[in-house]
């Protein structure tokens, strides 16, 4: 009897570090009720671009860091939200960075939809975290530049105000372990123009061979005006 209460005890305590393990913040609240999950089509993140929809996200290992950030269950609002501190600095996390451009020249109040639970192949659920950085994002201080974050692990929106003709750099973490899994987010409200690759501003239509017969014969002629020009 002794042995199946301590079983039972044990199989208890290790449920209730399950659930602690799987809280969506830190501070024990429970945190957005009613998720808001995007739904695609998706795309991988392309680099720095204007942003075009819903994204998949992943956790590839190549980019670690000593701690992350508390996750305080409070979504950011504009303008900005005060750093909520960094979270067991001596714990290795997976983090991962996007960024897009505000290439207006006034700042705006950008939203950003984040969704760990339902996007990719093997979604991180309360393992992924996000949170937004002006300019660029120092692992090493984590305070520097930071802008907001999303407050819970869990599908739901976070707003934080992207300065004029400057980057927003979304930075997203694990925060119990590290891990190769997937998430979702979007750039919503965002001031963005790309630009027209160098290549297609200056290509010239030199491919038709009448063109360059007639570019030909017109170089010759000019050719021909300057020799008359020099022999009277």
């Not at 992924?128 to 869990?154: I, K, R």
């Not at 997203?172 to 297609?200: D, I, K, R």
Request: net charge negative; charged share 10%; aromatic share 8%.
């Amino acid at each position: 009897m002794r042995t199946v209460i301590l079983g039972l005890l044990a199989g208890l305590s290790m449920a209730a570090l399950s659930v602690n393990a799987q809280a969506p913040n830190d501070n024990g609240t429970a945190g957005n009720l009613v998720p808001r999950h995007l739904t695609g089509p998706f795309e991988p993140y392309g680099g720095a671009v204007c942003p075009a929809g819903p994204v998949i996200g992943e956790f590839t290992g190549a980019t670690t860091q000593l701690g992350r950030i508390f996750r305080d269950g409070i979504a950011s609002v504009c303008p900005v939200k005060a750093y909520p501190g960094i979270f067991n600095d001596t714990t290795v996390f997976n983090y991962e960075t996007y960024t897009y451009n505000n290439t207006s020249a006034a700042s705006a109040c950008v939203t950003v939809n984040f969704d760990p639970d339902t996007v990719g192949a093997n979604p991180c659920a309360t393992n992924a975290h996000m949170s937004a950085y002006l300019g660029s994002y120092d692992p090493t201080n984590q305070a520097t530049n930071f802008l907001g974050d999303v407050g819970s692990s869990q599908a739901q929106p976070f707003n934080i105000e992207v300065a004029a003709n400057s980057s927003l750099v979304l930075v997203a973490t694990n925060t119990a372990s590290q891990a190769v899994c997937t998430f979702g987010f979007e750039v919503v409200n965002l001031p963005c123009t790309q630009g027209v690759p160098l290549q297609e501003q200056i290509e010239l239509p030199i491919r038709n061979p009448l063109i360059l017969v007639l570019m030909g014969l017109l170089l010759a002629g000019l050719g021909w005006v300057a020799v008359r020009r020099r022999a009277h």
